[in-house]
């Protein structure tokens, strides 16, 4: 059977960390890119890896006619210009079989509502890319604990939290482009996987009601005068003027409609982790039972001493985000499989293949969004957002949070 052909939009950090999980995905080629920057290298790499010959397309359009699916690997404040030439394409008689979006689905719920609604004009399946709910480890954990679920009752809390030590480009940096701070960036996850971690086993990802959100956030190291300028400096984001949160943390309350169960998940997640690196934690608890995962609990370590730190090229080679390049350093030697993307590839290209949605769908990355935007409603204003209340979901519906709009010195506490 002929490889199913995928084209990407945008050829910057994930798409290339995609790139690295397709050597792994039987079946699929990666046929073309379209991006302003980064396209020749990434097919390049496309080559070097031997997963596909990879064409670089001038324009949305003309990828769009010569693949089976598009995955949208480009920043946030591109998304509705791209979903609508992809939609325009497809309207023009591209022969798409379906469309992926990386997280996060809108900047705001009234753009995430704009790329759902787009996808649903093509009639075409979607995949909402949200890597953590195709981790194996969380996957077999789920698995493992299906046991004791059935004779104990479901996990009652679940804790997530994604940290590092800041993005790699300034649009992440900057809440006007990017939609928010760290909340926005990564707190996108971390509900997400609460909301999976408490889902029973066999129940479509979306069957806990959510039904109150929490959140508190700060603005509590790139903020101080030295960081703030580092920050200028390199990625011309000044936070004095536009400055967004760099730590968030939450509750979001569910309910079981079956059994009226109420359960809760807790996210954390900052840009100011000055540990090993990228760290991704979640645990859940159960009565009787519990799970615990964490990606900086490798069994792979290594040495580098004072003498041979010179030495080091890349130290990102062994752990995204990796802050430094001497002592005892922790390696992932396979991030694209540890962190989901592998298995989120599979996942998409399956059912593309079979004519249907992803695990995830755009219509469940909309929901996140809501979640993500409650958050950041309820830290505005300092109260619980009632998703119960028609008036809350309505003021969701146009909401615009202060940092997203570049006023985040409103809220955030910028020392002088
Ligand atoms: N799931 C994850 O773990 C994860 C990790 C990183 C990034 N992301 C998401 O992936 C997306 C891209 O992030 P990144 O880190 O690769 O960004 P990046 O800045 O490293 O790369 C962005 C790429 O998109 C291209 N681009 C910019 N505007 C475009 C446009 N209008 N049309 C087509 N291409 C365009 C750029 O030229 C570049 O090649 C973001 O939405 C981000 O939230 C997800």
Not at 193 to 216: C, H, M, N, Q, R
Not at 242 to 270: C, H, L, W, Y
Request: with cysteine; charged share 20%.
């Amino acid at each position: 059977m002929a490889h199913f052909k995928l084209g990407f939009i945008g050829a910057g950090f994930i798409a290339r960390f995609q790139a690295q999980a397709l050597t792994m995905v039987r079946g699929a080629d990666l046929a073309g890119v379209c991006a302003p920057r980064g396209a020749e290298e990434l097919s390049a790499l496309s080559r070097e890896l031997g997963i596909g010959e990879c064409t670089v397309y001038p324009d949305i359009a003309s990828l769009c006619h010569a693949v089976d699916a598009v995955l949208i690997f480009a920043p946030n404040f591109a998304r509705v210009e791209i979903m609508q030439a992809i939609a325009n394409a497809v309207a023009a008689g591209a022969p798409l079989k379906g469309i992926v979006c990386e997280k996060p689905l809108g900047r705001t719920v009234a753009e995430a509502k704009q790329l759902l609604e787009l996808a649903a004009s093509t009639g075409l399946p979607t995949a909402y890319f949200e890597n953590q709910l195709h981790m194996k480890g969380m996957n077999a954990q789920k698995r493992q604990l299906a046991p004791q679920e059935k004779a104990m009752g479901p996990l009652t809390l679940a804790r997530s939290a994604e940290e590092h030590a800041g993005p790699h480009e300034g649009w992440f940096w900057d809440p006007t482009r990017q939609g928010g701070g760290v909340l926005s960036d990564m707190g996108c996850h971390s509900i997400a996987i609460g909301w999976y971690v408490l889902t029973p086993s066999g129940k479509p990802v979306d069957f806990l009601e959510p039904v109150a959100v929490t959140a508190d956030m700060a603005l509590l190291k790139w903020g101080q005068p030295a960081y703030r300028k580092r920050l200028l400096d390199t990625m011309g984001v000044d936070y004095a003027k536009t400055p967004a949160e760099d730590f968030a943390t939450g509750m979001v309350t569910f309910r079981n409609p079956e059994t009226g169960q109420i359960v809760k998940a807790q996210f954390t997640n900052s840009w100011m982790f000055d540990k090993q690196g990228l760290r991704l934690y979640m645990d859940g608890l159960g009565p009787g039972y519990a799970f615990e995962l964490n990606t900086l609990q490798t069994p792979l370590q290594v040495f580098i001493g004072d003498e041979a730190a010179e030495a080091a090229a890349d130290v990102e080679s062994a752990l995204e985000k990796s802050t430094a390049s001497r002592g005892l350093l922790v390696v992932e030697p396979n991030e694209a499989d540890l962190y989901g993307y592998v298995d989120e590839l599979e996942d998409a290209v399956r059912c593309f293949t079979e004519g249907r949605d992803g695990k995830l769908s755009f219509a469940y990355g909309y929901q996140v969004t809501r979640l993500c935007q409650a958050a950041y409603l309820s830290a505005e204003r300092g109260r619980v957002v009632d998703l119960t209340n028609p008036a809350a979901n309505a003021e969701l519906d146009g909401y615009v949070s202060l940092i997203a709009q570049g006023r985040g010195g409103e809220v955030l506490h910028v020392p002088g």
